[in-house]
């Protein structure tokens, strides 16, 4: 028996259509941070390329009361991993974006949730008897890391490519409000005048995969990645229309940084506060000030010193702080308002 419901839509009169079948998908996106490197999780997929893919399965109502207890069943059971806070980021619809769909299947409609936590020993073990693996989230966006200065492929290839792809007649303007492909590429990539901004990194993936730069576009039969070729992809691909979920959540978790007190979510809890700038400098892919960022911290009140020194990178003693919960009672959006250099 299928769990997919049936739906009509609005159409053209007299026509006849068909109602049309959805099932309804749950999508992870597990977030950690370790030695100045931001992990995504990912699991085996039964797909024809092999690819990883981010934690998932179909929602079910006669087994899950709800998404969120659908969605941590299923990371349960493919990771071993009990998550804690999660929170939802978008509902993925797209036509085609489940690529082993096959004709009389139902169309599949995925919520994503992004969750964050932290790597242990154990939650290590666990992973490795399940197949499951930390991913640098890097690999599947290597242009989004600025930390050593501007990535090379963005004027090696991305650039010259997104130049003549702004060129060519652009048919979806109006999905844009108007914006043409142009004033798009320029927007997402900071180009001209305009400024890197580090939150549209799904901006950036959409420009590229509509580009045919995107190992997904090749796979999906997109005219401009047919053109390419066998032309090498940027960054590694995911399963479905995965990279897109996980855009999405670096979109979100990028621009929460700085209203939520979110990165607090990713560290031990005790830290010191270059541990603290270095997880927020992996998660934005952008350097910091060091005494800016630390005035910030502490006239925020967002840390309290515990009493106690960490000599772990081998020089001074270095003062060790925790997050000051009640700052969450004392303002309603306690987060880092950082500069990126």
Same mark, same amino acid.
């Given at each position: 028996m299928s769990n997919a419901v049936k739906?009509? !839509?609005? =159409?053209?009169? &007299?026509?006849?259509?068909?109602?049309?079948?959805?099932?309804?998908?749950?999508?992870?996106?597990?977030?950690?941070?370790?030695?100045?490197?931001?992990?995504?999780?990912?699991?085996p997929q039964r797909v024809p390329d092999e690819l990883s893919g981010l934690p998932s399965g179909p929602f079910d109502p006669r087994v899950h009361r709800t998404f969120e207890l659908g969605l941590r069943a299923f990371v349960e059971e493919q990771?071993?991993?009990?998550?804690?806070?999660?929170?939802?980021?978008y509902t993925f619809g797209d036509r085609g974006?489940? !690529?082993? =769909?096959?004709? &009389?299947?139902p169309h599949m409609v995925s919520v994503g949730y992004l969750a964050l936590t932290r790597q242990t020993p154990e939650s290590e073990r666990l992973l490795a008897r399940q197949g499951a693996r930390w991913r640098p989230w890097y690999d599947f966006f290597p242009w989004e890391d600025w930390r050593g200065g501007q990535p090379k492929m963005l004027e090696e290839i991305i650039h010259p490519s997104m130049e003549a792809f702004s060129r060519t007649p652009d048919e979806?303007?109006?999905?844009?409000?108007?914006?043409?492909?142009?004033?798009?590429?320029q927007l997402a990539f900071g180009v001209g005048s305009l400024k890197w901004d580090e939150e549209r990194v799904l901006d950036r993936y959409e420009l590229l995969y509509g580009s045919g730069l995107m190992y997904e576009?090749?796979?999906?039969g997109q005219p401009t990645?047919?053109?390419?070729?066998?032309?090498?992809?940027?960054?590694?691909?995911?399963?479905?229309?995965?990279?897109?979920?996980?855009?999405?959540?670096?979109?979100?978790?990028?621009?929460?940084?700085?209203?939520?007190?979110?990165?607090?979510?990713?560290?031990?809890?005790?830290?010191?506060?270059?541990?603290?700038?270095q997880t927020v400098e992996a998660i934005s892919g952008r350097h910091l000030h060091k005494q800016n960022f630390r005035r910030l911290v502490e006239t925020g009140q967002l840390v309290e010193q515990t009493g106690r020194t960490s000599t772990a990178t081998g020089g001074r003693p270095a003062a060790l702080y925790r997050f000051r919960r009640d700052i969450l009672k004392e303002r309603p959006a306690p987060g880092l308002r950082v500069s990126l250099l």
């Open positions: 739906t009509g !839509s609005a =159409a053209p009169e &007299g026509a006849d259509m068909e109602p049309v079948e959805l099932g309804i998908g749950l999508n992870a996106v597990i977030v950690s941070v370790k030695d100045k490197v931001p992990f995504v999780l990912t699991v990771t071993a991993l009990h998550i804690g806070h999660v929170e939802q980021l974006r489940y !690529s082993l =769909a096959k004709a &009389g299947e979806d303007a109006r999905t844009y409000q108007e914006l043409s492909r142009k004033d798009r590429y576009a090749l796979r999906d990645a047919l053109e390419r070729g066998t032309q090498p992809a940027l960054g590694e691909g995911l399963a479905h229309d995965h990279r897109r979920i996980l855009a999405t959540a670096l979109s979100r978790l990028r621009a929460k940084l700085k209203y939520r007190p979110v990165v607090f979510e990713l560290m031990p809890p005790e830290f010191t506060l270059t541990d603290l700038q």
